[in-house]
């Protein structure tokens, strides 16, 4: 049983910046990827990048070269910085883990960035 909190979402003007953060409590120990997806209003769920415990990374093309993924070294956190925010990028984000097949979501935080 895990459960994740997300924080640090807001209003950004484009090219503007913004540090998405996970919490992680429960069987934190059992998580061996992390990850953030994102929904906006009338499109699917999709992913924007995960983490493993070993530390591969793998990235949306749409966000690759500004925005990182990582987290600490107990994966209790897991966090997103953005760069460069686009007007494309406003959505939901929801922090997700995967216990080997098992999967648990966040309630999401609002990124909104103006046209």
């Known amino acids: 049983q895990v459960q994740l909190v997300e924080s640090g979402g807001g209003l950004v003007q484009p090219g503007g910046s913004l540090r998405l953060s996970c919490a992680a409590s429960?069987?934190?120990?059992?998580?061996?990827?992390m990850g953030w997806y994102r929904q906006a209003p009338g499109k699917e769920r999709e992913l924007v990048a995960t983490?493993?415990?070993?530390?591969?990374?793998n990235y949306a093309d749409s966000v690759k070269g500004r925005f990182t993924i990582s987290r600490d070294n107990a994966m209790k956190s897991v966090y997103l910085t953005m760069n460069s925010l686009k007007p494309e990028d406003t959505a939901v984000y929801y922090c997700n883990a995967n216990l080997y097949g098992r999967l648990y979501w966040g309630q999401g935080t609002q990124v909104t960035v103006p046209s």
């Open positions: 983490i493993t415990r070993g530390d591969s990374t």
């Open positions: 429960g069987s934190i120990f059992r998580i061996n990827t």
